[in-house]
């Protein structure tokens, strides 16, 4: 636990009343991107962004606006937490701990986002999402909204220890996993996500109409993102070898 | 010894007149079918865990409840210590020394399963379990129980530092080694093991009869677990690597 | 965070009213060769340097003076930040906090100059810049300068984290990107970075004349240099690995 | 020296009229087959071991008693410190320094087993055994007991150490190189060093009838307990590999 | 800077009024073939020595008596620090600091001895020496002696930070390199360092006659020992392979 997050946030917002969803990008970058269609739908104000060493060191640009890659997202009784870079399987373990003893409190409830990687075999895969609860408290809510159990399996990372601990210290967590193709950004397995979020979650309303464009679009920008990225990085690292592969051993 | 192992238990348990059985996977996986098969078959409490930062972080979701990797369990004068992860091998010697340390106590004894690989060229492998002792009177439990002593040879791992430290330190410390099939979970050289166990404690009564039956049947679900953990990572890591390979040399 | 940048000054110059431009390689090189014209042309004084355990330990020798590979100059109102070699990825965040936190001041405003890597298949590239500002203040400086906004994408390294840490504190920082060809040092697109500067910053006054001759000029240098260092080094090494691989293993 | 031997000895022995022998296994094993020889042969009495999370965690099963891999043992008059592992090359150092400061004292002398490959071309290869000390009074014995003297060259790890050390502080160290077959235990020069300590050291009578016997016995049994630790670490790798390599990535 | 050099010194140099020659291999090994041929011409006494876990433990065996890798060389108003093993690059900086820092003083003048890559083109080349100083007067010394100055390149390694770091200081440092070549021991090139020496130094006087022979004698050392230390390491790094890949993942 060498390596920590920096949580900075910019105002302090009391939690024992408010869902946390953790939106990170897993397999089809469906926890992303369904995060990130939440916070543009309910027009969710920016409140903080955690920082560590470990992530790689960039700014995300949206609108003109230089960002964060970890950002920390607010409206009434719901914040969400999205990632742009997976979380280095090093740094679970002290993310999972920082979300489960936020400033020293605890969340009414943690809603951990994920993609289960769907039958090779499967070409058209029906979106489908399973639930896992920590608590009896968090497993009624999903029986109650008609839920699919997951319920023999390991689930790895942030999610796998925010449930296993959440079991341990009574804290309600739900993660909810969608099947979702793992060789491209998944919009549709996204969108289920959100739908069952909506469900379950009923002090907010999500407009699910134009949810399958947005979604689209939301994916259309994050591959162009990926491949503007990988553009620069290429041709910087490209760089960086002819100029530093001399001075490795001086 | 940078990286220590964080038990964490639920309820303070004298252990002075408590025998430790310690299963982790080892060849075959024989060490946790065996010690799984005891817990189940005795109904024996979770009682706490282990955490590290350099076990993976994961949660096994078993009957829909997220459980750690690495687990205690307690039943009258016997508590059992499973991971489902082989322990890594720069963390063999903190964890050996955390169980001769136990919360500053010592238990009556430890009895460690592990796995020997049979003859690579035996299509058909016996199961045999062999055993070797720390303590002279170690050493008499397993004559008296007419169990074949291993007498050359190395142990590796964290049944090795027991055996020694337990040599050096006075600490009855039983090692049985079943040989066994390092290809798949191997049912019946983990029944074997847990035959001799039932032999060298005549406190517990362990229902022999379903055992094989049993055996497979978990044999079954943890060669179903890995597949399903092996689908879920590797669809994480491919996605994994086509998010992270650009932004390593930024 | 653990190696930190050393910054050494010969002088306490206070940086209030100073604007800062950082000039370190990135794609075609073009940081380092911008920043290396402003301050041959304005031939501004050395005042100071930044040391490294992480930086390649060398020394730069110009008309016969052994320099440091990262320098800082000044002249009225202005200082700049050099680098010979690409800071490693790890010692990103520090040198981005080193700069924002410089000596417990912040500069009047602070100018990173990128490259952006050209379209691999346009042959001939003309050079163009593009413009990003962390506050309301810097953006307005942008457009007020008409130059093109850079809107979406990723900005990775030191650049990245000013701008977005920038936004997070209210430092007033541009990054500049100029279009650049990454296969070899980039002088023309460097010259169109400098003019862009020139006209951002009507306190100074570049003699453009002279500048593609001049930039032409320090790109045959660096080339030149790149090329000797590249022969000492592998001579070295080539030396370093008779000498050295016996010993590895003793 | 990060990593530092941990020394535990069940009794305090006063050092200042003992020789310690260091026999670690080095090129075809001699280090470890002559010193255990001696130890077998003087009935000698084992004191204490050394323990260092660098070192293998394992246990040595010698006849159904498991041991520590490096270990200690004593006599009137002489000590031996036995590894059955190579002591790894970022511990030498620490391991030299905790034998000349062997707790605070110092030895009457020190002896180092080491092998000398020989010549490749070579298919027979007499035994031969080269000497070196540290000081004027070590180089004395060696020319009493009329040993070659190995004038020019490098000897790397512990045994260079202690030599090169010894020299600045003027503890006697010698080091005896019998040239060996680095292909397998090579018992033949293993018993040429015995018969050489047996010269230098008139305290002790080695009955050397019986020695080249033994010699091969012992030869076969190392040749034996290798193949057994291949076969249980194998086993155990394959079994690990297929289990771990899932959550590398999680 | 986590590892240092620990410099032990037989007795406290006043060093003010004293020349510090640095040799180290470099290319075609020139700088420690050149401070051998000075140590040993004026019959210099070896008074101390550096220490690092980072050197390769080992002892280097001269005449029969046992030396450390780094040593330190004095006789009236000049010292020689030398090593027989490259100096690991991330410790370069330690180096450099330790040797301008020495013992809270400063030398009257340092010179470091570097081989610069001849072009590999040219199958016979010239020895030609070229000078690079950090101060005014220690290039007035060098254009006094009519050397050619190295005015624009790179010089990497502890050459570099001692000219680099001298500059800023004020102590002087001279750097002289000898195009060398850099596929074996390159004698004769290491002679006309001596020669540069030899002039730059009034004070003392370098039999120069027999240098070329001496010269050679000295390569041809250095080839032989280079051959043995091959052998022995790669003889027990065979063995070592064999007994130790076994217990990696135990």
Known sequence: M????????SKNIPISDQTLIVGFPG?????SIAANFIVDSLKMEMVGQMQS???PPAAVVQE????PPVRIYRSDGLMVLI???AIPIQLSNTMAQTILGWQGGRFKAIIALEG????????????KVYGVGSTDSARKRLTGAKLEIFDHGWITGVSGILLSEGNRIGQDVICLLANANAMYPDARSAAKLVETIDALLPEIKLDLKPLIDEAEKI???????MEKAKEIVSARQGQADKMTKSYMYG
Chains 1, 2, 3, 4, 5 share one sequence.
């Open 116 to 127: 289960l990687m769907a039958e090779p075999t499967q070409e058209q895969v029906e979106a």
């Open 53 to 55: 060493d470990k992530l």
């Open 64 to 67: 003109g606006i230089p960002l």
């Open 27 to 31: 397999v089809g970058l469906v926890g």
């Open 2 to 9: 060498d390596e920590k997050f920096n949580v900075m946030l």
């Open 219 to 225: 994916e259309g920008n994050i591959k162009e993102q």
């Open 83 to 85: 990632s742009d870079f």
